[in-house]
């Protein structure tokens, strides 16, 4: 099973920025803790991050040649702003599960709102870097 693990913009910085908010890991070392789970399991998985939302948009949409069975995505501020980004999504009909490091729900007002909650397989905000993992459980022991 291929896993694609997206990731929107500014999510590259991890590690050197608002710590006290995102943590102290960086993308990196998420994605080779993510790796391992997946090898693991027998699962392989794809790593992609841009701050450009045509770019995340262009990868969802070549996730189905591409034979990826689902995506783990972090939309970081697309969450709260990219119809565009949902609406690949749901073209392409390739379950995901959304996560966020941070607490969506309890910042901001504005980053209350998500553009992709309501049709994610499950949603994991406010786990810190430890939600890709519980994505990464989830699709492991569903499939």
Not at 6 to 35: A, M
Not at 48 to 73: D, T
Request: contains cysteine; proline residues 2%; negative net charge.
């Amino acid at each position: 099973m291929n896993i694609l693990v997206l990731n929107g913009p500014n999510l590259n910085l991890l590690g050197s920025r608002e710590s006290n908010i995102y943590g102290e890991e960086s993308l990196n070392v998420i994605e080779k803790k993510l790796l391992k789970l997946a090898e693991d399991n027998s699962f392989s998985v794809n790593f992609f991050q841009s701050n450009a939302e045509h770019e995340l948009i262009n990868c969802i949409h070549n996730s189905k040649e591409n034979n990826i069975s689902a995506i783990i995505f972090n939309p970081a501020a697309f969450t709260h702003t990219s119809i565009a980004l949902r609406d690949a999504l749901l073209a392409v009909k390739i379950p995901f599960y959304e996560v966020h490091i941070s607490d969506i729900n309890s910042r901001e007002e504005f980053r209350k709102k998500s553009f992709f909650s309501d049709i994610a397989e499950k949603v994991f905000t406010g786990k810190g870097t430890n939600g890709y993992l519980l994505a990464l459980e989830e699709i492991i022991k569903n499939n």
